[in-house]
């Protein structure tokens, strides 16, 4: 059974940085890209980033560029993303998803059909 699990989100400082993990089992995430997104109370979810099967194609939304980077290391089933300048307005439940069509890597959180259960990160002072 294919099951997504988000760790490492918390409480930070403006300016402070985590690192989020999504672990993957039942499957191997060897062939599939994996999106990151979150959602905000009273908002709607939004894309943050995808990393595609092997890290040869990644995008971020605009609100993250140079400040968040995705990695993942296909040999312990798992990616990263690296949140650094964090801002009150990153506050969120973070999540972590497959896609669809397993080579698909955008934004849209339509395009992703299996979810981890997320992680709370919280920006402030």
């Known amino acids: 059974q294919l099951q997504l699990v988000e760790s490492g989100g918390g409480l930070v400082q403006p300016g402070g940085s985590l690192r989020l993990s999504c672990a993957a089992s039942?499957?191997?995430?060897?062939?599939?890209?994996i999106g990151w997104f979150r959602q905000a109370p009273g908002k709607e979810r939004e894309g943050v980033s995808c990393?595609?099967?092997?890290?040869?194609?990644?995008n971020y939304a605009d609100s993250v560029k140079g400040r968040f980077t995705v990695s993942r290391d296909n040999a312990k089933n798992t990616v990263y993303l690296q949140m650094n300048s964090l801002k009150p307005e990153d506050t969120a439940i973070y999540y972590c998803?497959?896609?669809?069509?397993?080579?698909?890597?955008?934004?849209?959180?339509?395009?992703?059909?299996?979810w981890g259960q997320g992680t709370q990160v919280t920006v402030s002072s």
């Open positions: 998803a497959v896609p669809k069509l397993f080579r698909q890597c955008g934004l849209s959180p339509t395009d992703f059909g299996s």
């Open positions: 039942g499957f191997s995430m060897d062939y599939y890209s």
């Open positions: 990393i595609s099967s092997r890290g040869g194609s990644i």
